[in-house]
C-alpha cells in the first residue's frame, strides 16, 4: 500500500483526495489537522475518501508528551472514521499511562534517541494492537545503517515513512540515506506495509514528485529483494541511456545567422537538410546540433515563449517504447504532433521547462532518422573538423525551486547517479549546481539552480516560463590543437582574468611551461584524483546560452566546479561590456 500524509498537500480536503487518488497513490495518512479544520460529521469525511478510491493508513501523528484523555480522544476518533491504525510520536519516553486501544492499533513513531526504549516497550507488551512505526529520517539520519535492525519482527512494525535526509526531510532520492536498504530488511523482517512518502519539496509537483520517488525506491529495491516486489505497480526498469544523439535548437533567421557563425567557427559542417521542413542538421563526430527554423509545431511554439532556445534533445536508449511507457506511469506527460509524410514517430516526453526529450534505439527504423527524413546539403567548402567528438554534458538551468523536482525527473527514469550539490559564487549571488550522470558517463547533465535573479543563471532564466539549457560542453581528445584550430576558424572565446593563472599554477605546481601554454589558449585547469580537466569557453550568445569545450585526463570526474566562479566573473564583464 502506498500512501501519503494529507498535510503536505495544499487545498481543501476534496481536491486533496481526487489528486491524490488520480497521481497513483492507494492511501492517505489523514493528519489531526485536516481533521480539525473538516467542516462537517467525521462519518462525512470517512465516506469522502471512500469515495475517491482511497484507504486511511493511519491517523496522526499525535503530539510527543500528549496527555493519556488525549491519545483516548484520538482513539475515539479513528474507531469513528474506520481507521486501524493511530501513530503517536515518542520523543523521549512512552507514556506510563498510555490508554488500551481497543479496535485501534497504536503505532509508537520514536524519535532516534527513543527508539531503543520504545522497542523495548513493545516486545515487554507482548500485544498485537501496539507495534512501531518508523520514519527513514529518524532512523538513518544519524548515520546508522539498515542491517541494524535486521533482527527486529516486521509484524510489529505498523507504519514505515521513508523520508530522505539527513540534513533536512526531503524525499526519497534526494538526499543520501539507504532507504532502498531500509526497505529491504523491514521487508526481510515481515513487514507488509503500509510505504508512506513525506517531507514536503518545494515547488508545484507535490504529488507527482512524491509518487515517482516512492514507486522507484520501492521497485529499485524489488529488484534484489523479491518480498518487495508487490509493493508498487509494474513498470519497466530504470532506462539506460547510451548517449546524446542530437540537441535541437529553435530559431528564427536572426538567431539561425548567429548560431550557424558560431557552429561555423568550431568545424561544423550543415551536412543534411530536412526533405520538407527548415531543419538543418550540423555535424561533427559524433555530435548532432539541429537547427529548425520552421514557423510551426513545438519549435515554433518553444521560440515565441523562450526567444532562441534548446527546444529538443535526443537521447539513445535501448529501448524506445519501453522509455515512454516508465515516464508515463511515473506521472510525465508523453509528446506528441503530427508527423509529415516519410516522417518518423519519434516517441517523445515533456522534458525541463517545457522542451521535449526524443528516444532513439537502434531496435526499429529510429537510428536512421538522418537517412529517412534528411538528405545531403550542398557544401559551399570542405571543413576540416576540429576534434570535437562527442558531447560531455548539458547544462540546465531552472529556479532554485525547481532544482528538486528536475533532478528527480531523471533520476527515477533513467539510470543515473549524483554528485553532492556545490554552491558556485557568481558575482551577483550563489548559484547551486547539482551534476548527475549515467553509470560509465555517456549522458552527463548538470542541474544549475538560480536563486538569485542577479546572476548570470538568473537572468537567464528571468521572464521566461521555464528552466532550459544554458550550455552544451563538446569533449576532444586535444584541446591544445582543438584551440589551435579554432583560433584559425574565428572562434570567439572567453577571455580569462591573468590573475587566475598565477593562482592555479600555485595551486596544482604547474611549471612554468605549461602556465604560459594555459594563459596562450584562455584554458581553465583543475585536477583530482583521477586525471586532469581542461575547459575553453565561447561567448555567450542568445542572452546567455554558450558552449565549452573539455577535455579529460585520465578519470578526471567533475566539471572544474573550481573555475566556475571564475568563468561566472568573466561572463559578467563581457555582459557589461556588450551591454554598454
Not at 543534411?272 to 538543418?280: C, E, L, N
Not at 516526453?349 to 526529450?357: D, K, L, M, Q
Not at 549546481?433 to 528571468?462: H, K, M, Y
Not at 580569462?496 to 598565477?502: F, V, W
Request: glycine content about 10%.
Amino acid at each position: 500500500m502506498l500512501t501519503i500524509p494529507t498535510q503536505i498537500i495544499a487545498g481543501q480536503m476534496a481536491k486533496k483526495l481526487e489528486a491524490i487518488a488520480a497521481t497513483g497513490f492507494d492511501a492517505i495518512d489523514l493528519s489531526l489537522s485536516d481533521v480539525a479544520q473538516f467542516d462537517g460529521p467525521l462519518s462525512v469525511l470517512a465516506k469522502m475518501i471512500e469515495t475517491a478510491g482511497l484507504k486511511i493508513a493511519s491517523l496522526g501523528a499525535v503530539p510527543s508528551g500528549s496527555s493519556a484523555a488525549s491519545i483516548k480522544a484520538k482513539i475515539d476518533m479513528a474507531k469513528t472514521l474506520g481507521i486501524n491504525t493511530l501513530i503517536v510520536d515518542v520523543a523521549r519516553h512512552v507514556p506510563d499511562d498510555l490508554p488500551k486501544s481497543g479496535h485501534v492499533r497504536l503505532a509508537l513513531r520514536p524519535t532516534r534517541a527513543a527508539e531503543a526504549g520504545v522497542v523495548a516497550y513493545i516486545t515487554a507488551q507482548n500485544d498485537p494492537n501496539i507495534g512501531l512505526a518508523l520514519n527513514a529520517f529518524e532512523v538513518l539520519g544519524d548515520g546508522s545503517r539498515p542491517a541494524r535492525l535486521r533482527n527486529l519482527d516486521g509484524a510489529s512494525v505498523f507504519h514505515v515513512a521513508l523520508w530522505d535526509g539527513p540534513a533536512a526531510p526531503m524525499l526519497p532520492g534526494q538526499g543520501t540515506l539507504n532507504l532502498g536498504g531500509l526497505a529491504r530488511v523491514l521487508a526481510r523482517g515481515g513487514f507488509r506495509g503500509p510505504w508512506s512518502v513525506g517531507a514536503a519539496p518545494k515547488g508545484r509537483d507535490t504529488l507527482r514528485n512524491a509518487y515517482r520517488s516512492l514507486v522507484t525506491v520501492l521497485s529499485d529495491a524489488a529488484q534484489t529483494e523479491p518480498l518487495l516486489q508487490g509493493a508498487t505497480p509494474d513498470l519497466p526498469a530504470k532506462v539506460p541511456a547510451k548517449g546524446f544523439e542530437f540537441i535541437e535548437f529553435a530559431v528564427d533567421e536572426a538567431s539561425a545567422t548567429e548560431i550557424e557563425t558560431v557552429l561555423t567557427s568550431m568545424a561544423f559542417r550543415r551536412e543534411r537538410k530536412h526533405r520538407s521542413k527548415q531543419v538543418a542538421l550540423w555535424r561533427q563526430g559524433a555530435v548532432n546540433i539541429v537547427i529548425n527554423r520552421e514557423g510551426a509545431g513545438h519549435a515554433a511554439q518553444a521560440l515565441a515563449d523562450h526567444g532562441p532556445c534548446v527546444c529538443d534533445m535526443g537521447l539513445r536508449v535501448q529501448d524506445a517504447s519501453e522509455t515512454v511507457a516508465r515516464v508515463k506511469s511515473l506521472g510525465t506527460e508523453d509528446f506528441t504532433q503530427a508527423v509529415g509524410l516519410g516522417e518518423l514517430d519519434i516517441p517523445a516526453v515533456r522534458g525541463v521547462g517545457g522542451s521535449v526529450i526524443h528516444f532513439i534505439d537502434e531496435r526499429s527504423d529510429l537510428h536512421r532518422v538522418w537517412d529517412i527524413e534528411f538528405e545531403p546539403a550542398s557544401i559551399a567548402k570542405a571543413t576540416p573538423p576540429a576534434g570535437l567528438r562527442r558531447i560531455d554534458h548539458v547544462a540546465q538551468t531552472m529556479r532554485y525551486d525547481e532544482l528538486q523536482s528536475w533532478l528527480l525527473y531523471y533520476l527515477t527514469t533513467f539510470e543515473m547517479k549524483k554528485s553532492p550539490i556545490v554552491n558556485v559564487a557568481d558575482p551577483s549571488g550563489i548559484v547551486r549546481s547539482q551534476a548527475i550522470e549515467t553509470p560509465e558517463g555517456e549522458v552527463r547533465l548538470n542541474l544549475n539552480g538560480a536563486a538569485d535573479a542577479d546572476t548570470l543563471a538568473g537572468s537567464f532564466v528571468s521572464g521566461r516560463p521555464g528552466a532550459g539549457v544554458q550550455h552544451i560542453a563538446f569533449q576532444t581528445d586535444d584541446i591544445f590543437e582543438t584551440s589551435t584550430l579554432l583560433k584559425a576558424s574565428g572562434f570567439q572565446r572567453l577571455p580569462i582574468p591573468q590573475n587566475y593563472y598565477a593562482d592555479t599554477q600555485a595551486e596544482f605546481g604547474l611549471d612554468d611551461e605549461a602556465t604560459q601554454t594555459l594563459r596562450a589558449h584562455s584554458l581553465l585547469y583543475d585536477e583530482d584524483a583521477g586525471g586532469a580537466y581542461f575547459q575553453l569557453y565561447g561567448q555567450c550568445i542568445f542572452d546567455g546560452f554558450f558552449f565549452e569545450i573539455v577535455q579529460r585526463k585520465g578519470r578526471y570526474m567533475g566539471y572544474g566546479a573550481r573555475n566556475a566562479s571564475v568563468r561566472l566573473a568573466s561572463q559578467s564583464r563581457s555582459r557589461l561590456k556588450q551591454a554598454s
